[in-house]
């Protein structure tokens, strides 16, 4: 039982005896605080001052060296002010992000300027042939309105003409006003694909014979 006992009383010793040694060696009493107070007084000892609260605040080891730093406390326009520049921040990172994805998408697309004026002139093969598609449409629209104005004379000073009759006129002028305003906008899209490929070639330039590069 004495072995036991005296065993108990080590165990129970050792970590006091520890903790007192950590409270006594140089870094747990190394800690010095040192700060400028709202009264624009300096404070140092080893505890905050009110004068202090709020403001930065530096520990210092024994040998008077910063080792830690805490910053003051910010103001409400300070926090707005560091929100918006986090904020713009955060912008830019995904402007950035997004230009280098297009300029990779660029090169992937095209091996030379050559291939742009090749798609160019592809893309306005296509716009010219559906401007010549919805204008074929038109044609027969028209005559097909013919056709009714026709039939409608036919009830000049007459009968009322049919319900049906005045209903297919004025859906033939609604398709017609439908493929009149398609054809033009695929008239201006001519001005919308010169411009993007315009863009195309002078970013791909900028990028291979400009000195830049794709951003990855």
Not at 164 to 176: E, G, S, V, Y
Request: with cysteine; hydrophobic share 40%.
């Amino acid at each position: 039982m004495l072995r036991a006992a005296v065993s108990t009383a080590v165990r129970i010793a050792f970590p006091i005896a520890a903790a007192l040694l950590l409270l006594a060696s140089p870094l747990a009493q190394a800690q010095i605080i040192k700060c400028v107070g709202k009264d624009g007084k300096t404070y140092v000892g080893q505890t905050l001052p009110p004068q202090c609260q709020g403001q930065a605040v530096d520990q210092m080891n024994k040998q008077g060296m910063v080792v830690k730093r805490q910053d003051a406390a910010m103001t409400a326009e300070q926090r707005a002010a560091r929100e918006a520049e986090q904020k713009a921040a955060k912008e830019k990172a995904a402007l950035d992000k997004e230009e280098a994805r297009k300029n990779k998408a660029l090169l992937s697309t095209y091996g030379s300027d050559k291939d742009i004026e090749v798609a160019r002139q592809r893309a306005l093969k296509d716009n010219e042939v559906a401007v010549q598609q919805t204008q074929a449409k038109i044609d027969l629209i028209d005559k097909r309105g013919v056709t009714l104005k026709k039939e409608l004379e036919f009830f000049q000073g007459k009968n009322k003409p049919p319900a049906k009759l005045m209903q297919d006129i004025q859906n033939n002028d609604i398709d017609r006003k439908a493929q009149q305003d398609l054809l033009s906008a695929k008239k201006k899209e001519v001005e919308v694909i010169n411009a993007k490929y315009d863009e195309d070639k002078r970013r791909y330039l900028e990028l291979t014979k400009g000195g830049g590069s794709a951003k990855k």
